[in-house]
C-alpha cells in the first residue's frame, strides 16, 4: 500500500456521525486526507483552497464510509469444527456437543498443538477474507489455550497479523472461555490457577486491550467471571462479556456493573438487563451468525434496545464452531433479516458502534482527526451494503490514508 495524500471528490459520504440525516449522509461530497488522517470533508463546492494543490481523485459519485470494524472474533485458533457441524445437524444441540467434550473445548487440543507461526499462517486466510470487505479493524480473542502458554500465544500471533496485513487489531484476553478438560470439576481452581495467573503475564507482555467471558452454565458464573474482572479492573484493563447467549445468567447486568465496552449475543436478554445495558453505556453487540449456524430461536432484543437507546454493534464472531464466517456485509444482511434491524442500524453496528464496543475513539466516522480509513463502494445507496447476499461491492479500501 501507498501513502497518498490527496482529496477524493465526486463522491457520497455516510459520514455515519451523529447528524439528523440519514447515515450522516452528504451529497456531492469531498473528503481530504493528510497525513493517514482526514484533514477536512464537507461539500465538494466548499472544498477550502488549502487543499487546492493536493492530488484529487474521482470517485465517480460512489458511496464512500468508514472502513468497517469485526468488533467481535476468534479468528486466532487451530483447527476446524466441521464434524461438530455434522453431529449438530443430526440433532445434538450446541450445549449437548459441548457437555459431550465439543464445542469450545475441541478446538482446544489443534490450537495447543501449534506454533505462533501456524496460528497466524491459519488466520490470515480468514483476515484476507474480512479486508477484501472494507475491513480496516478487527477485535481477536484468545481462549482456545485454556492454559498459560496457548492462551500468551494467541494473543501474541493476533499482535503479529498488522505485520504481515494493512490490518488494525484490538486483543481480548479469554481465558475465560471454556472449562478444560484438566480442570473439568474443578472450575473455581482453573480460575484462580490459570487464568488469572495468565491475565496477568499478558497484560504484563502488552498483549492485552480488553478483557473477555463466556458467562453461560457450559461455562462460567457471574461470581467466576467476577473474579477475573475485579483484576481486569485492578490492571486498568476494560471489559466485555459474552452474555445470555443461551440463557439468562444476569451476566449483563454483571458487565454493565463493571462499566463494560459491551455485552455480546444476548439473545436471552431480559427487561432489566437492557435497561443496566444503558445506564452503563454498555453496547450491545449482535452476533446474527452463531443464531444463524446453531438454529437459534431466541432473537436478542432488538426492539427493547432500540427504545432504550442501547447503541448496538454487529461482528461476525468469526469463530471455528458457532460462526464459522468472515463475512460482515452478510452479518449486516442477517442482523436486518433475521433480527429486523434496519440497514443504518447495521451500518452503524460495523462502523460507529463497533468502534464504541472496542473503546475506539479515533475510528468508525468521517470525522476531521479521524484515521483515514475508508471503504469506497459500487453501490448508489447505503442500504444496499445490507441488502444484498453474496454480493461485494466494494470497488477501495484506504488504510489509514494508504492505498
Not at 493528510?34 to 477536512?40: C, E, K, P, S, T
Not at 495447543?112 to 488466520?123: E, T
Amino acid at each position: 500500500m501507498q501513502d497518498v495524500n490527496q482529496v477524493l471528490v465526486a463522491l457520497r459520504a455516510a459520514t455515519m456521525g451523529e447528524t439528523a440525516a440519514p447515515y450522516g449522509l452528504i451529497e456531492a461530497a469531498a473528503i481530504a486526507l493528510v497525513d493517514g488522517r482526514i484533514a477536512w470533508i464537507g461539500a465538494e463546492a466548499e472544498l477550502p483552497t488549502d487543499y487546492a494543490d493536493l492530488p484529487k481523485t474521482d470517485l465517480g459519485n460512489r458511496l464512500v464510509t468508514p472502513a468497517l470494524i469485526d468488533c467481535h472474533t476468534h479468528v486466532v485458533h487451530g483447527g476446524n469444527r466441521a464434524a461438530e457441524f455434522e453431529l449438530r445437524l443430526n440433532g445434538a444441540s450446541y450445549e449437548e456437543v459441548a457437555r459431550a467434550g465439543g464445542g469450545i473445548v475441541s478446538t482446544v487440543a489443534a490450537t495447543r498443538a501449534a506454533s505462533v507461526d501456524a496460528l497466524i499462517a491459519q488466520a490470515l486466510p480468514r483476515v484476507d477474507a474480512m479486508l477484501a470487505e472494507g475491513v480496516s479493524t478487527i477485535e481477536v480473542k484468545s481462549g482456545y489455550g485454556l492454559d498459560r502458554e496457548t492462551e500468551l500465544n494467541m494473543l501474541r500471533a493476533a499482535r503479529a497479523l498488522p505485520q504481515h496485513r494493512p490490518i488494525r487489531v484490538v486483543t481480548s484476553f479469554l481465558g475465560a472461555h471454556a472449562i478444560p478438560a484438566e480442570y473439568s470439576d474443578r472450575p473455581d481452581a482453573y480460575i484462580t490457577d490459570v487464568c488469572i495467573p495468565t491475565l496477568r503475564a499478558a497484560h504484563q507482555e502488552g498483549l492485552v486491550d480488553a478483557v473477555d467471558g463466556f458467562c453461560e452454565g457450559i461455562a462460567f458464573s457471574p461470581d467466576q467471571i467476577a473474579l477475573v474482572f475485579d483484576v481486569a479492573q485492578e490492571m486498568g484493563l476494560p471489559v466485555k462479556l459474552h452474555a445470555e447467549q443461551l440463557s439468562n445468567l444476569g451476566g449483563a447486568q454483571l458487565a454493565a456493573r463493571y462499566g463494560a465496552l459491551s455485552a455480546d449475543h444476548i439473545e436471552y436478554l431480559d427487561q432489566d438487563g437492557v435497561e443496566a445495558l444503558a445506564a452503563a453505556g454498555t453496547v450491545a453487540t449482535i452476533l446474527p451468525g452463531a443464531f444463524y449456524t446453531l438454529r437459534e430461536t431466541q432473537a436478542p432484543p432488538i426492539a427493547a434496545l432500540r427504545a432504550a437507546g442501547v447503541p448496538m454493534a454487529l461482528a461476525t464472531d468469526c469463530n471455528p464452531g458457532s460462526a464459522p464466517m468472515t463475512s460482515l456485509l452478510l452479518t449486516m444482511n442477517m442482523g436486518c433479516t433475521l433480527f429486523r434491524m434496519t440497514p443504518e442500524e447495521a451500518l452503524r453496528g460495523v462502523t460507529s458502534h463497533a468502534a464504541r464496543a472496542l473503546g475506539l475513539t479515533d475510528c468508525g466516522t468521517l470525522a476531521v482527526g479521524q484515521r483515514a480509513d475508508l471503504a469506497i463502494w459500487d453501490v448508489s445507496h447505503p442500504a444496499e451494503l445490507a441488502y444484498r447476499i453474496g454480493f461485494n461491492p466494494l470497488h477501495d479500501r484506504i488504510f489509514g490514508g494508504s492505498q
